[in-house]
């Protein structure tokens, strides 16, 4: 009986050991849930490649961690209009709800960073902010009220004043013509970028439930509010003085992320910042238009010492390096191709007058051709992401100031005496050693040499050479007599003749 009751107290003992370690262990397992966080990345300075690249990577990490939210604290003056349109991309086809937030006091979206904020799922300013002035920049002077272009009488075509041609449909038959009765060519690209442009913030605005008709005013007429503003007119859905208190306003908000409602939990989450990666970083600096340049000519005059001295090795590997990330640069960027033509037909001029001296033509050719490519280059009237005069001058200057070092080099070996081969002696002056008849020895370079001419030469006078017929030398008396102590091939000294 104590044998049976020994056995049954072990048996209860090891089941509450047992017990205990399994709750244990699940209270562990729980304990290493991963918490829910925010996630927020900063958008600062022109939208640009870099821009694009960083934005890509905060919603990939924000989609790998499982982030509740996150969070794109803007602050941009705007940018390149192909990486804006990225970026919305990415925003739009995003797993994780993303709020836009204009942020800190005395930032601005304006330009792309409207339309990026219009994208977000939930947009915010905080107090001190601004957004708007969305027109894209290319476009130039905003449109009147309405989109029309401003009112001016069309151009004569023929009697009557006639604006339709004989081709041309009649107004009636032509509802643009009703609306706009002359459009010029460089209007109708006007009016294609700003139609694009308004159809895509209205899009964007429909599909957050925010106001359209202010959308499309800061397309056509540059228009900017502030956060008070913006709030009342239902351009952004809150404002919030910092990040704690954004994220206790959004609590609970529901929002449509890839046609799925959601209902946010942000009160109490975990804030994590994600800065730009070396790459991003570097990518940014690349990115300009500028460094490219700088680039792609210290690549090209690499190569081009390298040509000279074959075997350097240092000039040859630094240029290929700096001329392929300028090259990579330039691809991030929006080129005009006949800018990038004639940049690169002015440094294959240049390289050209390097190697094979053509007396500037080709070099200065040259330097015209890549002033005015590097002029045109970036096919962008964002400032950020235009060439700077200041650079182009500079390096025409550089450029200018080494073909020139060329070219009188180049003249000063033209007109240098040969150094070998016949031509070397043509033209220099010798001495008379010895002369019998129409023949005899002069001494000329350090040498003897045989040599014909007039009888009435003498040792020690000073003949002059003007041709070579084999090994022989033809003279003529020299306007000037030899010294009359010169010394001979001999090591004598030897008393000259009159």
């Not at 390289?351 to 053509?358: I, L, R, S």
């Amino acid at each position: 009986m104590l044998k049976s009751l020994s056995i049954i107290r072990m048996a209860l003992a090891a089941l509450a050991i047992v017990t205990g370690f399994g709750v244990a262990v699940g209270q562990q397992a729980g304990g290493d849930a991963p918490q829910p966080i925010a996630l927020i990345a900063e958008i600062t300075g022109p939208i640009g490649p870099a821009t694009t690249h960083h934005v890509e990577r905060v919603i990939e990490a924000a989609r790998d961690r499982d982030a509740a939210v996150l969070i794109l604290q803007i602050n941009t003056p705007g940018g390149l209009a192909d990486a804006m349109r990225e970026i919305i991309s990415e925003i739009l086809i995003s797993p994780v709800p993303v709020v836009g937030y204009v942020s800190p006091p005395g930032a601005h979206a304006a330009s792309a960073g409207t339309y990026i904020l219009y994208a977000t799922h939930v947009a915010a300013m905080a107090p001190g902010t601004n957004l708007g002035a969305a027109t894209p920049v290319s476009i130039g002077a905003p449109s009147p009220p309405g989109g029309q272009p401003a009112d001016r009488d069309p151009p004569e075509r023929g009697d009557g004043g006639d604006t339709a041609g004989d081709d041309e449909p009649a107004a009636e038959d032509n509802p643009l013509a009703e609306r706009i009765p002359w459009l010029a060519p460089d209007e109708a690209m006007t009016a294609k970028a700003t139609n694009d442009a308004v159809a895509l913030i209205r899009s964007l605005a429909e599909m957050h439930g925010r106001n359209a008709d202010w959308a499309e005013s800061a397309v056509r007429e540059a228009a900017s509010l502030s956060s008070a503003q913006a709030l009342e007119e239902n351009v952004i859905d809150l404002v919030a003085a910092d990040v704690d208190e954004l994220l206790e306003a959004i609590d609970g908000r529901k929002v449509t992320v890839n046609k799925a409602e959601l209902v946010l939990r942000t009160r109490g989450l975990t804030l994590e910042r994600i800065e730009m990666d070396p790459i991003t970083r570097l990518l940014g600096v690349l990115s300009n238009p500028n460094i490219a340049l700088i680039l792609m000519m210290i690549g090209v005059y690499g190569l081009i010492f390298e040509f000279w001295n074959p075997g350097a090795v240092a000039p040859g590997v630094v240029g290929a390096i700096c001329l392929t990330l300028g090259l990579y640069s330039l691809n991030q960027l929006p080129l005009d191709y006949a800018g990038l033509a004639l940049v690169g037909l002015g440094i294959a001029f240049m390289v050209t007058e390097a190697m094979t001296p053509t007396l500037g033509i080709l070099g200065f050719g040259g330097l015209i051709a890549f002033v005015l490519g590097a002029a045109m280059l970036i096919d962008t009237d964002v400032p950020a992401y235009q060439v700077s005069w200041w650079l182009i001058g500079f390096l025409a200057a550089l450029s200018g100031a080494f073909l020139t070092l060329l070219l009188g080099y180049t003249v000063r070996v033209y007109r240098r005496r040969p150094m070998s081969g016949s031509a070397r002696v043509v033209g220099a002056e010798a001495r008379v050693l010895d002369w019998s008849g129409t023949g005899g020895h002069v001494w000329v370079e350090g040498e003897r040499w045989r040599a014909t001419g007039t009888a009435d030469l003498a040792p020690g006078m000073s003949v002059r050479i003007d041709d070579v017929e084999g090994l022989t030398l033809v003279v003529r008396n020299g306007a000037k007599q030899a010294s009359q102590n010169s010394e001979g091939p001999d090591g004598e000294q030897r008393q000259g003749e009159p």
